[in-house]
Structure formats: C-alpha cells, structure tokens
C-alpha cells in the first residue's frame, strides 16, 4: 500500500494561500490521491483527488508532480473556517472494493 | 453534493447496553459503505467495509460480534455495538461510496459520539 508523509501542523494567515504538502513515493500507476479535511467533531470532508493532472474546484486546486511522488493541495485564499486537519490519501485499490486507509493528516491553522 | 447522514449524533447509555447507529445515502445510491472509529487526538481507523446485501468485511483486530452491521438496503446501513463497554466509547463515522467508478469519492456522515458509563 502507498503511503503518504505529512507535516503534521502548519499556520496560515487568514487570506493567504495555504499550501499543504504531501509525499507519497510509493505510489503506484492507478492510485489516486485523495484530500479530504476534517474540522473538530465533525466526519471528514472531500476536497479534491486526482491521478495525474493537476485538478481544480471550487474549494481547491491539487497539483500533483510529474512523476506523482508528490503532490500540493493549495486553498487560494485561507479563512478562518479552513482550520482542520487535512489528510492526503492515497487509495488502496483491492478486489474486495477499494477503501481509504487515513494517515494522522496535518493540521492547519489559519490565524487571523 | 452528496449527503450522508448518521443518527444519533451522541448516544449516552449504560454499560452492558447495546446502540444501534444508522447512515443513510440521501441522494445517491450507496453499493459500498465504511465504518470508522475514531478515539480523541487519533486519525480514524477504517473497522469495516460493507457492499449491499453481503457480509461485511472486518479488518483485522475488530470483532464481528461485537460490531454488527448491516447493509441490506443501497441507502442504508447500520452499526450496532453489541454489550457496549466504556473502552467501547468513541466518535463511530460511517461513509459511503456510490457505484458509478470505482475512483468516485467517499462521503461521510458527521459521526456518532457514543459514550459508555
């Protein structure tokens, strides 16, 4: 299974670009990788995935290296309400039906 | 977007007693659903993983009897804890992915804070 390496906290002002990183060196040929967030006492969130090309929405944009050992979520513009913790996963594709594995994810801090 | 929803959001009960928690897909239908536990300051933990009208699949360490689910229906599962205990007290997340590719996001209820006394 790829896994994925974290920071495991970051500060941001509010309104600056917050740009969260994510290594995952083992990742193989037809795994996605997955953001989600998840705010205190809450479920997780979906954010955005991707699996080669860099992949923009509304919430944010993924750029992911050409060589897919890396990848970025970038949030253009913090609020206070983007404080959470952000997990980046990479999803584990098995028979059964594929699932996601969640890491301990970084926890963002945007600061006013 | 996708809604799942989980009830209740906070159970209270006595030990020995047994909880049952639902997830529903609100507007998508759900072939697959997942249970997490989640304990304070740690990441979740994936418990189980349901596709409609089959057996779950456990993963390792977490017992089948003590956690029952059920997926008999595409909008439907639930989770009850069997003769609850206070180490059994956690925030239980459900999620749920629908049919169409197999890279469609996971979506996730809000959790059920269960606490055992």
């Known amino acids: 299974d790829a896994k994925t390496t974290q920071p495991p906290s970051m500060d941001c002002a509010e309104g600056r670009a917050a740009n969260l990183p994510c290594n995952h060196s083992?990742?193989?040929?037809?795994?996605?990788v997955y953001w989600y967030r998840q705010i205190h006492s809450q479920g997780p969130q979906y954010i955005i995935h991707?699996?080669?090309n860099n992949e923009t929405n509304e919430m944010a944009s993924l750029i992911i290296t050409e060589d897919r050992k890396s990848s970025t979520l970038i949030l253009p513009h913090a609020t206070l309400r983007d404080t959470a913790v952000y997990y980046c996963?990479?999803?584990?594709?098995?028979?059964?039906?594929?699932?996601?594995?969640f890491g301990e994810g970084t926890q963002l801090t945007v600061n006013p | 977007g996708a809604v799942v929803s989980q009830h209740p959001s906070r159970v209270i009960c006595k030990s020995g007693t047994s909880v049952k928690i639902e997830c529903r897909s609100l507007?998508?239908?759900?072939?697959?659903m997942f249970w997490y536990r989640q304990f304070p300051k740690q990441s979740l933990m994936l418990m189980a993983t349901?596709?409609?009208?089959?057996?779950?699949?456990?993963e390792q360490g977490v017992e089948k009897d003590k956690f029952l689910i059920n997926h008999a229906s595409l909008t439907l599962s639930t989770l009850t804890v069997t003769s609850a205990h206070p180490e059994d007290s956690s925030f239980y997340i459900c999620?749920?992915?629908?049919?169409?590719?197999?890279?469609?996001?996971?979506?996730f209820g809000d959790g059920t804070r269960l606490s055992i006394l």
């Open positions: 999620s749920a992915r629908g049919w169409r590719t197999d890279n469609q996001p996971q979506h």
């Open positions: 349901s596709n409609e009208g089959s057996k779950a699949t456990y």
């Open positions: 991707g699996l080669k």
């Open positions: 083992t990742i193989s040929g037809n795994e996605y």
């Open positions: 996963i990479v999803r584990v594709e098995e028979t059964s039906g594929s699932r996601l594995t």
């Open positions: 507007d998508f239908q759900a072939t697959t």
